[in-house]
Nanobody
Framework: QVQVMESGGGLVQAGGSLRLSCTASGGTFADFAWGWFRQAPGKEREGVSCIDWNARTTYYANSVEGRFTISRDNAKNTVLLQMNSLTPEDTAMYYC??????????????????WGQGTQVTVSS
């Protein structure tokens, strides 16, 4: 059974940084794309970032481009999302989701197969 788990959320002041981690278990995921999504209260879910299986293709939403960096360690079945220069607009529940497809499908459909439970990120002004 595939399980996806996020960690690293928390409360940070505006301008600060957080690093989210996503780990998968119950399978092999070297050929999966890994995506990060977020959803704030009253807002639609947004695809934030994604990294393809070979790490050569990455995606960032315009709202986080230049501030967030995604990376992966296939040996550890782990993907990291480094978030810098955080603003209150980044406050949301962040979800990791993975699937054996490319990032354009992960982000385009917003419905990858396996999802974590989410980790809360709160940025105070």
């Amino acid at each position: 059974q595939v399980q996806v788990m996020e960690s690293g959320g928390g409360l940070v002041q505006a301008g600060g940084s957080l690093r989210l981690s996503c780990t998968a278990s119950g399978g092999t995921f070297a050929d999966f794309a890994w995506g990060w999504f977020r959803q704030a209260p009253g807002k639609e879910r947004e695809g934030v970032s994604c990294i393809d299986w070979n790490a050569r293709t990455t995606y960032y939403a315009n709202s986080v481009e230049g501030r967030f960096t995604i990376s992966r360690d296939n040996a550890k079945n782990t993907v990291l999302l480094q978030m810098n220069s955080l603003t209150p607009e980044d406050t949301a529940m962040y979800y990791c989701a993975i699937d054996r497809v490319k990032c354009r499908e992960v982000i385009g459909t917003s419905s990858p197969r396996y999802w974590g439970q989410g980790t809360q990120v709160t940025v105070s002004s």
